[in-house]
């Protein structure tokens, strides 16, 4: 027998409501970094690095701006999805009001990005002091949003 929980889950309402919710954080991540910089003004972004990084050549300013400004939001819409997927059939991956999720993002940029940066710049310790809070404020909003939209879907 099917419970009432179970015929309720849907991957593609998940995906949907976590994809907007990741849009969403990430324009919140942003407004709290604008409002607190992580890095010193002059110092290259870790996002710059990262794409030039993966190009594996230096890019000219503008192309680097660009894929700079569009790194975050691809990230944060992919773990958004993710993470919306995830709370459809795990939902005790939501708890702490998404605090936990920003907490899980700051590990994955810890173990991934941030080594990128310290390899190509020597600049891992200058960013890592503020990703915590962003992160966390990313995956509060993320929660807040995923669930509002998954309700009305």
Known sequence: MVSETDRDRS??????????????????????????????????????????????????????????????????AAAGAAYGALAEFYPVATQRQGAIFGLALVILAGETVLPAVEAVEGQAGSEAGGETSSHIVCGMVAERVRSTVRGML
């Open 11 to 76: 991957l593609t309402k998940g995906l949907v409501a976590g994809l907007v919710a990741g849009l969403v954080a990430t324009a919140a991540k942003s407004a709290v970094e604008m409002l607190h910089p992580r890095r010193a003004s002059g110092e290259t972004s870790s996002e710059n690095v990262a794409a030039e990084t993966g190009t594996g050549h230096a890019l000219e300013t503008k192309t680097g701006r660009r894929m700079s400004r569009a790194i975050p939001w691809g990230v944060g």
